[in-house]
Each structure stands twice: as structure tokens, then as C-alpha cells.
């Protein structure tokens, strides 16, 4: 039966081509603006650690106290040095971290070749482990590197090809900053976004990767300057980096990861005592008013998602709207200008069920139609969006198999929601008014 | 001619009427606010920097093997070098004007401060955008004094990085002046930034923030200039050349600056950049944003175009035979074009009505949401405007087409 009302539908779509391409084209257009921008608002609302994000957590510390939160109260969005260093010593979380990005120089051996500016974090040995850090080389440091602040570095895979041909590097050395570091680790492909260990320097997204990872006692030993960005309540009272590690300034990241219940409930209670200790102390003044947020409650706290990626995705869809309801009205022409047809099928004996299949398959017809259209649309549409929008959002927008089928699948869905009402409008013709009147 | 026709055989068409009307209505409130948004980023876009923005290049170097800063003698080891860098840039042909730096408008790297009146006042006044540059720097970038004096050799200080010790003057923006002291000259008045003060020497007409990402008013213009130059890791330098000699001036720059003194590093790609590429840069979200709004509205207005085509022709189809009925009792063919006419503007015009309601409860809801400011009424009248014309418009073909449906179709059977 299928394959009759697949030629009726065939033969019914020919009959009034014009009409036919409009409604293929709308749909198309319409499902391919939705898929492009949602390939964006994929991209950037994605979670970067899905199997660990709900145990890896952010502790804030309101260090500044009432004048310097915002008007939602919020604590700063990262740690001044006293309080990371305070929380590292503590090590109350299965595993730790604090990092803040380096950006020093590094020499590129040969003549005449001028060193270059490498970008990176100083964290501790728990990063690795705690962020499933993939290695292909080696692995990180240890903690005796930690306390020793050992000059070891873990570098990228790229800068493992750039310096190394992307041989095992594993024990050589890299000059940074003037002084040589060991290689004890080199990374595979890792390139999570939104990178989610540093939002606070990159706002979420990057298109450069780390090229080294070095211990933090060894980054502050040297006075490697903090690269990102620095956040003030009040001027240090003395000038320099060591200044800055005496102020409440906040310049670092911090993550822990929390494993159940309890283990994030006596990481709540640590984070109230410790404030409470420095109030007692007399370094704050007020009552504890920190924040202990998951990965994903984080990234939507610090608003990684850009607006301007929302807004569009919503237009577009107000746009696939706007071609659904113009489908369901020239649907509804073309089939109740077969009144006479469905009124003969009618007296002939078939059924109400029979009238829908046959209506049904050719809206689905004309919405495969549009999907396919709407591939092609779609394709040239995120290419489209990568040249225009930001890079480093625009470079994580890409075409894969999944938004292809998505495309289909909400093409045909749509253009089968749109011929529903046009459908039931068909079946209820009734026979014998229309065999009368011809 | 009578409109009671048209609503009767509206009547029997209530589905389609619909329809299209809701397609409508549906196109106006996402066009309406879809342009609120264009419109928006281009005045964005458009904004003056208030500097001279032609023939202006920034480079911007890290220092390799100097002492970071901390070591007691860092600051004036970099501050000969950087001295010695300001030179070697003055001297290469087509060089007009060099000076140092921290930041531009548009740079996206910025230094704010909170501005105050009196060294205890709790909340400041205004959040300043900070430069830091050498008594090059106003006249370099072209910004325009208007109140008291420019800075000399004289007040020039230098000082690290992480060094806020603000300087005995400083030169503020005409908007800043504005905000800190309404009604009278800043020009004397002396300024406070956590606790400590600096006096006011001079005022430019427009200096633009640094950072990108804020929203129209005038808060982007509160920026102060301190005569400083500052000597940290990264020295940035902005050079003014003679017209049409840019790109020559940016190539030999970084020649004459590596064999000057080979230890640093200026990037490949980023550490020479004309101010034309830092714009375009600044502003590519906007554009982008720009761009995406026009091609959804230009797709929607197109669809619905075409639907109100396809769906007229359908009834012009449908009516072939009433139409020949008109035609032979003595209507004319305009009288069956102003039919279909006015059909489509009474659609229309209850389509705009409910559009306008939508228009204006999505921008509510967008600026609950996201931020956005209050659409002014002008755009919702301009989508009432634009969505009637393209109704007219799309009518015409079908309706002229019915217009020439001729008189012997009412002899024919249906």
C-alpha cells in the first residue's frame, strides 16, 4: 500500500511543480538556518568532561567581602594566592588543583631562529589525574616535583612536533624563561571546549592550546608572571609579583574533584571553617558567603554560552516556524484541491485511516525533499558561520554525521507536524457532497 | 468598491486566512527585532575610537632574559631598552610619530580603575579605562586636547608592571571629566584612585575604552591617560607612519628592531598588527551577528513571500469560474485586481496587528533574557510598512493574473 501512495504522492507533487519546490525550498531553508546555528550553540554548550563534570568542582571564597560582590552577591570568580596556596596545604578533596596561565619565552635551538612566546598553565601534579589529562609520552610530575618545585614541564602535542618531529621527547630539556626544563610528560590530543579549567582567561573558548604544563612552585619560584587575566578589589600594597601573592588581587583557578555526597558536603563545611578561621583571624570581616559549584553549573554561572549564540538558534527556530506554517498552508490548498479525488477514494470504501497515510506520506515526502535540500544548506551555512563569527567560536561549528541525520529527522518530523492539519482537513471530505457537484 | 465580498469569501476560507496571517504576524515580530539587533551592532560598529586611526600599527613584544620584575634593578633595565626600542622605531624612514604604550581602544586588554572624588568615598564615581603611555602617545594617536595642557618629557615617569603608583597628573576623557565634575572644568581638580590622588592637567574631546564588549552609553568613554611608561614583561609600541608607507614601515620595524637587540620575541602572526586589522578583529562578533540576522530575515521575508504567491494562486485557481462571472456582469480588470488587493491588505493588516503584539512581547522577553535594550517604535513601524508592501507586492503577480481570467470562463463548467 505504501508504494501506491509513495506514486500518488509522486504523481500529486509533479502535477503542480511550482508549488511543490516552494514547499521543499521553505522547509529547507528553514530546518538548514536552525541546523546551522544549532551547530553553534552544540559547540559551545557542550560539556567538555562529561563522564567526570559533575565531580570535578570550583570553590569560590569571598575574600573581598560586601563591597566587592556584584549585585548578585557572587564571590569572585577565581582565588587570590593565599587563599589557593591555603587550600592546596589543606588537601581536603581527593584531588586539587590551582593553576593560573604562564606565557613565557622559550629559546628555539639553531641559528638565527628568534625565541618564541609559548602559552601555558603552572598547576599542580593532581591536574593530570584529576582532569584524565591523555598522555603519549611519559606522564606528570609527582608530588615530591610539587614540593621540590621541580623544573619539569609537560608539553603539548604540538609543541612536541614543532621542537621534536613528534618523536618521544620524554627527558629532553626546553629552555623557558632561561632556564632548562625537563620534559617528563608529552600530551595527546587534548583540546577541551569550553576549557572549562581556565574560563576566567579565555571567557570558555580558545583556539590556541596550552603548550606547556609546569609545576606552580616552580612558576612562582621564578616569578613567572601570571599571564591571564588579574582582578583587584584594591591596589597590592607592594609592587611586583610578590606583591601580588600578598594581595587579595585574584588571579587563579581552582578545581577539586568530589567523588559523592558526602565528600562535597565536607568540602562545603571545610570552605564555611576555613572562612571562619580567617574572620577569627581577622583577615575578613564578614560572614562565610562561598560557592561550590560542578563543571557544568559553573560554566552556565559564568555565562560561557555567548547570548548572541542563543538569540540566533531562537531566531532561527522562529524562522523554521515561520516555513512550517507556510508549509501547512499551501499543504492545505494542494490537497483540498484533490476534494473531488478523495471524495471518489472515499465512495470507492476507503477508509479515513487510508486518507491520512496517503497525505501523511507525501507531506513526509516533500519534508525528505527539504531535508535534503536542507543538507546541502546546512553544509554551506556552517561554512558560512565560520567565516564570519569569531574564531573561536566559529572554529568549533562543524558539519558531522549526527547533525546530518538531525537535519533529516527534524525536516521530515516538521513537514509530517505540517501536513497534519491539512490531512485531517482531506479526510473529512465528504464523499457524496462532492461526487454530487461534479 | 464594498468590502462585505471579500469578507464573505474570506469567510470560506478561514484556514488559509489564517495562515497567512499568522505567517505574518510571525515574520514581523522576528524581522522587527532581528533588525533592532543589526541596527544595534552597527551603531556599535560605527562608533568613533577618537583616535586618527589611519596609518596607525601596534606592535607588541615580549622581553626574553630580562629579570621579571621583583629583581630591584628590572624596571630600569627595561625601561633603557625600551628607550632604546622607542629610538629604533623613530628613526626608520617613514616613521612619523612612535610612543609607548599599554593598550588601545579596541585592544581588548585593558586596565580599570575605580574612580573617585575624596580619598575615603566608599563607592567610586566611575570605572576608568586606564592608559599608560609616554608624551608621545596623545599626539601619535591623534586625540584631540580640548581643556589645559598636553603632558611633557617632563611628567613622564616609568614604573613595572604590577606597579599602580599613579603619577601626580593625569589627561581624562571629555566623558569622564563630564561624570566626575558636571558643570565646571576638571582642569586643576584633583582625583582619587584607591586613596591615592592625581590632578587633572588636561581633557581630550573622545578616547575610547578598550574593551570591546560593552554596550553603548557613556561609560565606554570614561578613560584616563597617565604619563607612564610602563615596564614590564610585554612593551607595546604604537607607530604613526606616513600615508602609504604602512606596510613597508611594519616589515622593517621588526628587521630593525631584531637587530637592535635579537633578545625578544614579536609573534609571526600577532605581534605586528595595523589598527584597520585590530578593528575588523574587535568587531567580528558584531559583524558576524550582523550577517546571520540579515540572511534569517532576508530567508523569512522571501518564504513568506513566496507563501502568500502560492497560496493566492491557489485561489485565484480556485475562482477562475466566480471571477469570469464578475467579469462578464461588467467588472473590470482592475476591479478584480484591487479585489485581490485589498484581500491581501486586510489579511495583512490583522496579520501586522497581531505581528506588532508578538514584536514587541519577544523584544520584552529577549531583554528579560539577554540584555537587550527597548526597541524603538520606529522599527516595529517600519516592519508594519515593510510587511504590508511585501504582501501588496506578492499579491500583484496572482492578482493580475486573475485580472486577465476571461469573461467566457463563466460559460465553461466548473
Same mark, same amino acid.
Given at each position: 500500500?505504501?508504494?501506491?501512495?509513495?506514486?500518488?504522492?509522486?504523481?500529486?507533487?509533479?502535477?503542480?511543480?511550482?508549488?511543490?519546490?516552494?514547499?521543499?525550498?521553505?522547509?529547507?531553508?528553514?530546518?538548514?538556518?536552525?541546523?546551522?546555528?544549532?551547530?553553534?550553540?552544540?559547540?559551545?554548550?557542550?560539556?567538555?568532561?562529561?563522564?567526570?563534570?559533575?565531580?570535578?568542582?570550583?570553590?569560590?571564597?569571598?575574600?573581598?567581602?560586601?563591597?566587592?560582590?556584584?549585585?548578585?552577591?557572587?564571590?569572585?570568580?577565581?582565588?587570590?594566592?593565599?587563599?589557593?596556596?591555603?587550600?592546596?596545604?589543606?588537601? #581536603?578533596?581527593?584531588?586539587?588543583?590551582?593553576?593560573?596561565?604562564?606565557?613565557?619565552?622559550?629559546?628555539?635551538?639553531?641559528?638565527?631562529?628568534?625565541?618564541?612566546?609559548?602559552?601555558?598553565?603552572?598547576?599542580?601534579?593532581?591536574?593530570?589525574?584529576?582532569?584524565?589529562?591523555?598522555?603519549?609520552?611519559?606522564?606528570?610530575?609527582?608530588?615530591?616535583?610539587?614540593?621540590?618545585?621541580?623544573?619539569?614541564?609537560?608539553?603539548?602535542?604540538?609543541?612536541?612536533?614543532?621542537?621534536?618531529?613528534?618523536?618521544?621527547?620524554?627527558?629532553?630539556?626546553?629552555?623557558?624563561?632561561?632556564?632548562?626544563?625537563?620534559?617528563?610528560?608529552?600530551?595527546?590530543?587534548?583540546?577541551?571546549?569550553?576549557?572549562?579549567?581556565?574560563?576566567?582567561?579565555?571567557?570558555?573558548?580558545?583556539?590556541?592550546?596550552?603548550?606547556?604544563?609546569?609545576?606552580?612552585?616552580?612558576?612562582?619560584?621564578?616569578?613567572?608572571?601570571?599571564?591571564?587575566?588579574?582582578?583587584?578589589?584594591?591596589?597590592?600594597?607592594?609592587?611586583?609579583?610578590?606583591?601580588?601573592?600578598?594581595?587579595?588581587?585574584?588571579?587563579?583557578?581552582?578545581?577539586?574533584?568530589?567523588?559523592?555526597?558526602?565528600?562535597?558536603?565536607?568540602? #562545603?563545611?571545610?570552605?564555611?571553617?576555613?572562612?571562619?578561621?580567617?574572620?577569627?583571624?581577622?583577615?575578613?570581616?564578614?560572614?562565610?558567603?562561598?560557592?561550590?559549584?560542578?563543571?557544568?553549573?559553573?560554566?552556565?554561572?559564568?555565562?560561557?554560552?555567548?547570548?548572541?549564540?542563543?538569540?540566533? /538558534?531562537?531566531?532561527?527556530?522562529?524562522?523554521?516556524?515561520?516555513? /512550517?506554517?507556510?508549509?501547512?498552508?499551501?499543504?492545505?490548498?494542494?490537497?483540498?484541491? #484533490?476534494?473531488?479525488?478523495?471524495?471518489?477514494?472515499?465512495?470507492?470504501?476507503?477508509?479515513?485511516?487510508?486518507?491520512?497515510?496517503?497525505?501523511?506520506?507525501?507531506?513526509?515526502?516533500?519534508?525528505?525533499?527539504?531535508?535534503?535540500?536542507?543538507?546541502?544548506?546546512?553544509?554551506?551555512?556552517?561554512?558560512?558561520?565560520?567565516?564570519?563569527?569569531?574564531?573561536?567560536?566559529?572554529?568549533?561549528?562543524?558539519?558531522?554525521?549526527?547533525?546530518?541525520?538531525?537535519?533529516?529527522?527534524?525536516?521530515?518530523?516538521?513537514?509530517?507536524?505540517?501536513?497534519?492539519?491539512?490531512?485531517?482537513?482531506?479526510?473529512?471530505?465528504?464523499?457524496?457532497?462532492?461526487?454530487?457537484?461534479? | 468598491?464594498?468590502?462585505?465580498?471579500?469578507?464573505?469569501?474570506?469567510?470560506?476560507?478561514?484556514?488559509?486566512?489564517?495562515?497567512?496571517?499568522?505567517?505574518?504576524?510571525?515574520?514581523?515580530?522576528?524581522?522587527?527585532?532581528?533588525?533592532?539587533?543589526?541596527?544595534?551592532?552597527?551603531?556599535?560598529?560605527?562608533?568613533?575610537?577618537?583616535?586618527?586611526?589611519?596609518?596607525?600599527?601596534?606592535?607588541?613584544?615580549?622581553?626574553?632574559?630580562?629579570?621579571?620584575?621583583?629583581?630591584?634593578?628590572?624596571?630600569?633595565?627595561?625601561?633603557?631598552?625600551?628607550?632604546?626600542?622607542?629610538?629604533?622605531?623613530?628613526?626608520?624612514?617613514?616613521?612619523?610619530?612612535?610612543?609607548?604604550?599599554?593598550?588601545?581602544?579596541?585592544?581588548?586588554?585593558?586596565?580599570?580603575?575605580?574612580?573617585?572624588?575624596?580619598?575615603?568615598?566608599?563607592?567610586?564615581?566611575?570605572?576608568?579605562?586606564?592608559?599608560?603611555?609616554?608624551?608621545?602617545?596623545?599626539?601619535?594617536?591623534?586625540?584631540?586636547?580640548?581643556?589645559?595642557?598636553?603632558?611633557?618629557?617632563?611628567?613622564?615617569?616609568?614604573?613595572?608592571?604590577?606597579?599602580?603608583?599613579?603619577?601626580?597628573?593625569?589627561? !581624562?576623557?571629555?566623558?569622564?571629566?563630564?561624570?566626575?565634575?558636571?558643570?565646571?572644568?576638571?582642569?586643576?581638580?584633583?582625583?582619587?584612585?584607591?586613596?591615592?590622588?592625581?590632578?587633572?592637567?588636561?581633557?581630550?574631546?573622545?578616547?575610547?575604552?578598550?574593551?570591546?564588549?560593552?554596550?553603548?552609553?557613556?561609560?565606554?568613554?570614561?578613560?584616563?591617560?597617565?604619563?607612564?611608561?610602563?615596564?614590564?614583561?610585554?612593551?607595546?609600541?604604537? !607607530?604613526?607612519?606616513?600615508?602609504?608607507?604602512?606596510?613597508?614601515?611594519?616589515?622593517?620595524? $621588526?628587521?630593525?628592531?631584531?637587530?637592535?637587540?635579537?633578545? $625578544?620575541?614579536?609573534?609571526?602572526?600577532?605581534?605586528?598588527?595595523?589598527?584597520?586589522?585590530?578593528?575588523?578583529?574587535?568587531?567580528?562578533?558584531?559583524?558576524?551577528?550582523?550577517?546571520?540576522?540579515?540572511?534569517?530575515?532576508?530567508?523569512?521575508?522571501?518564504?513568506?513571500?513566496?507563501?502568500?504567491?502560492?497560496?493566492?494562486?491557489?485561489?485565484?485557481?480556485?475562482?477562475?469560474?466566480?471571477?469570469?462571472?464578475?467579469?462578464?456582469?461588467?467588472?473590470?480588470?482592475?476591479?478584480?485586481?484591487?479585489?485581490?488587493?485589498?484581500?491581501?491588505?486586510?489579511?495583512?493588516?490583522?496579520?501586522?496587528?497581531?505581528?506588532?503584539?508578538?514584536?514587541?512581547?519577544?523584544?520584552?522577553?529577549?531583554?528579560?533574557?539577554?540584555?537587550?535594550?527597548?526597541?524603538?517604535?520606529?522599527?516595529?513601524?517600519?516592519?508594519?510598512?515593510?510587511?504590508?508592501?511585501?504582501?501588496?507586492?506578492?499579491?500583484?503577480?496572482?492578482?493580475?493574473?486573475?485580472?486577465?481570467?476571461?469573461?467566457?470562463?463563466?460559460? $465553461?463548467?466548473?
Amino acid at each position: 500500500m505504501f508504494s501506491y501512495y509513495l506514486e500518488l504522492a509522486l504523481r500529486s507533487l509533479k502535477r503542480s511543480p511550482g508549488l511543490t519546490l516552494l514547499m521543499v525550498l521553505a522547509i529547507g531553508f528553514g530546518v538548514s538556518a536552525s541546523m546551522t546555528t544549532y551547530s553553534v550553540f552544540r559547540a559551545v554548550s557542550g560539556d567538555p568532561i562529561p563522564w567526570k563534570s559533575s565531580q570535578l568542582f570550583v570553590p569560590q571564597i569571598d575574600m573581598w567581602g560586601p563591597a566587592g560582590r556584584g549585585a548578585d552577591g557572587e564571590p569572585p570568580n577565581a582565588l587570590d594566592y593565599i587563599d589557593a596556596v591555603a587550600l592546596m596545604r589543606d588537601h #581536603r578533596a581527593k584531588l586539587q588543583s590551582a593553576s593560573y596561565r604562564v606565557a613565557p619565552t622559550m629559546e628555539v635551538p639553531g641559528s638565527g631562529r628568534h625565541p618564541i612566546s609559548i602559552s601555558g598553565h603552572a598547576v599542580y601534579s593532581e591536574f593530570f589525574p584529576m582532569l584524565d589529562v591523555p598522555f603519549a609520552y611519559g606522564s606528570g610530575w609527582s608530588v615530591d616535583a610539587d614540593t621540590n618545585q621541580a623544573a619539569v614541564v609537560v608539553i603539548s602535542g604540538k609543541l612536541n612536533q614543532k621542537m621534536f618531529d613528534g618523536q618521544n621527547s620524554v627527558g629532553k630539556t626546553l629552555d623557558i624563561g632561561g632556564k632548562d626544563y625537563q620534559i617528563v610528560g608529552v600530551l595527546g590530543k587534548w583540546d577541551p571546549q569550553p576549557r572549562f579549567y581556565d574560563v576566567v582567561d579565555t571567557g570558555g573558548f580558545d583556539t590556541d592550546t596550552d603548550d606547556v604544563f609546569l609545576p606552580f612552585t616552580r612558576a612562582i619560584a621564578v616569578n613567572m608572571n601570571n599571564a591571564g587575566n588579574t582582578s583587584c578589589n584594591s591596589n597590592p600594597a607592594e609592587a611586583g609579583f610578590a606583591g601580588m601573592q600578598r594581595s587579595s588581587c585574584v588571579w587563579i583557578e581552582f578545581m577539586a574533584e568530589l567523588d559523592d555526597a558526602t565528600a562535597i558536603q565536607k568540602y #562545603r563545611e571545610y570552605l564555611d571553617g576555613y572562612a571562619l578561621a580567617q574572620k577569627s583571624a581577622g583577615r575578613f570581616t564578614w560572614a562565610p558567603n562561598n560557592r561550590l559549584r560542578d563543571v557544568p553549573a559553573f560554566l552556565d554561572n559564568q555565562h560561557v554560552v555567548p547570548s548572541d549564540t542563543k538569540v540566533s /538558534l531562537l531566531v532561527a527556530l522562529g524562522l523554521l516556524i515561520v516555513c /512550517l506554517v507556510n508549509t501547512v498552508g499551501l499543504l492545505l490548498a494542494k490537497f483540498l484541491r #484533490r476534494s473531488s479525488e478523495i471524495g471518489v477514494r472515499r465512495a470507492l470504501g476507503a477508509p479515513q485511516a487510508a486518507i491520512y497515510a496517503q497525505f501523511l506520506t507525501e507531506a513526509g515526502i516533500v519534508g525528505l525533499a527539504g531535508g535534503v535540500v536542507g543538507l546541502v544548506f546546512t553544509a554551506l551555512g556552517v561554512l558560512g558561520v565560520g567565516m564570519v563569527l569569531p574564531k573561536d567560536i566559529a572554529a568549533l561549528a562543524h558539519v558531522n554525521f549526527s547533525l546530518l541525520l538531525l537535519t533529516l529527522v527534524v525536516a521530515v518530523i516538521s513537514a509530517l507536524l505540517a501536513g497534519l492539519y491539512p490531512t485531517f482537513r482531506a479526510s473529512r471530505v465528504q464523499p457524496a457532497w462532492q461526487l454530487k457537484s461534479n | 468598491m464594498s468590502t462585505h465580498p471579500i469578507l464573505a469569501a474570506l469567510r470560506r476560507h478561514k484556514a488559509g486566512v489564517i495562515l497567512i496571517a499568522l505567517q505574518i504576524a510571525l515574520t514581523l515580530a522576528i524581522v522587527c527585532n532581528a533588525i533592532f539587533i543589526i541596527g544595534q551592532r552597527v551603531d556599535r560598529v560605527n562608533r568613533p575610537t577618537g583616535i586618527d586611526e589611519a596609518n596607525l600599527f601596534v606592535i607588541s613584544q615580549q622581553w626574553v632574559g630580562t629579570p621579571e620584575d621583583g629583581a630591584p634593578d628590572a624596571v630600569e633595565k627595561i625601561d633603557s631598552l625600551v628607550r632604546a626600542d622607542l629610538d629604533t622605531l623613530r628613526r626608520l624612514p617613514g616613521v612619523e610619530s612612535v610612543a609607548a604604550t599599554n593598550s588601545l581602544p579596541l585592544f581588548n586588554s585593558s586596565m580599570i580603575n575605580g574612580i573617585t572624588l575624596t580619598p575615603d568615598q566608599k563607592n567610586s564615581t566611575l570605572s576608568a579605562t586606564m592608559f599608560l603611555g609616554d608624551e608621545k602617545l596623545m599626539s601619535t594617536l591623534g586625540v584631540q586636547l580640548v581643556a589645559g595642557r598636553a603632558f611633557t618629557a617632563a611628567d613622564v615617569q616609568h614604573q613595572g608592571f604590577r606597579d599602580d603608583a599613579l603619577p601626580p597628573s593625569v589627561i !581624562v576623557s571629555q566623558a569622564a571629566a563630564e561624570k566626575l565634575f558636571p558643570n565646571q572644568s576638571a582642569v586643576g581638580k584633583t582625583i582619587y584612585s584607591d586613596t591615592k590622588g592625581t590632578t587633572i592637567i588636561g581633557v581630550v574631546k573622545l578616547l575610547e575604552s578598550s574593551m570591546v564588549e560593552t554596550f553603548g552609553n557613556n561609560s565606554d568613554y570614561y578613560t584616563i591617560i597617565e604619563p607612564v611608561r610602563q615596564d614590564g614583561n610585554i612593551s607595546r609600541y604604537v !607607530v604613526k607612519t606616513r600615508p602609504g608607507q604602512q606596510a613597508a614601515v611594519m616589515a622593517a620595524a $621588526r628587521t630593525a628592531l631584531f637587530s637592535a637587540n635579537p633578545e $625578544r620575541v614579536i609573534d609571526e602572526d600577532r605581534g605586528i598588527r595595523s589598527f584597520a586589522e585590530i578593528r575588523h578583529e574587535a568587531y567580528r562578533a558584531d559583524r558576524g551577528m550582523a550577517i546571520l540576522m540579515a540572511v534569517v530575515c532576508l530567508i523569512m521575508l522571501c518564504v513568506t513571500a513566496a507563501g502568500i504567491v502560492g497560496l493566492t494562486s491557489f485561489w485565484v485557481g480556485q475562482r477562475h469560474r466566480q471571477i469570469g462571472v464578475r467579469r462578464a456582469l461588467g467588472a473590470r480588470k482592475v476591479d478584480i485586481l484591487h479585489y485581490f488587493q485589498i484581500e491581501n491588505l486586510m489579511i495583512a493588516g490583522g496579520g501586522v496587528v497581531v505581528g506588532v503584539v508578538l514584536a514587541v512581547g519577544l523584544n520584552l522577553w529577549l531583554m528579560s533574557q539577554y540584555e537587550m535594550p527597548r526597541m524603538p517604535v520606529i522599527y516595529v513601524l517600519i516592519g508594519m510598512v515593510a510587511l504590508l508592501a511585501l504582501g501588496q507586492a506578492a499579491v500583484f503577480v496572482p492578482a493580475r493574473r486573475a485580472s486577465r481570467v476571461s469573461p467566457i470562463e463563466a460559460t $465553461r463548467a466548473a
